[in-house]
């Protein structure tokens, strides 16, 4: 595997995890609003990602980055509370609320961040090397 493919494959790792971040701060952002409907509620939503394989089988000194496939929507039933003297309030007397738990969703911006951070890491230690490789060719 050549240094060039490991700088793709972490570039291609932070890509995954700066969309993991961006998702997660969203539904932070979005956990305590309020809404009278159930289709207008805000519904969490997570990335989904996928080991680019397929380009990955034919040569196998290549390795394999991380593909965003796309953002789905929480399926994850929300909240719903009487409130009759809330002015969102139906005509019931309810409002409801985002299914966004906010520990689950503090783990993952944890993880996303400690995994976009290894992802610099590698590619700071790989650019690390490219420029001891080239003082190698230069000092002979």
Not at 43 to 62: C, I, M, N
């Amino acid at each position: 595997m050549s240094l060039f493919n490991v700088m793709s494959i972490s570039g291609t790792g932070m890509e995954a995890e700066s969309v993991r971040l961006n998702t997660t701060a969203s539904n932070i952002a979005n956990a305590n609003s309020v809404s009278s409907s159930y289709e207008d509620t805000y519904k969490a939503r997570y990335p989904v990602f996928a080991a680019e394989l397929a380009q990955a089988t034919g040569d196998q000194s290549k390795g394999a980055g991380v593909q965003v496939k796309g953002v789905v929507e929480s399926d994850a039933p929300l909240q719903i509370e009487y409130a009759p003297h809330n002015p969102m309030a139906d005509e019931n007397g309810y409002i409801y609320k985002p299914n966004v738990n906010i520990v689950e969703e503090m783990a993952n911006m944890m993880s996303a961040s400690k995994g976009y951070e290894t992802n610099v890491q590698v590619a700071d230690t790989t650019k690390r090397i490219f420029r001891q490789v080239l003082q190698l060719g230069r000092s002979q």
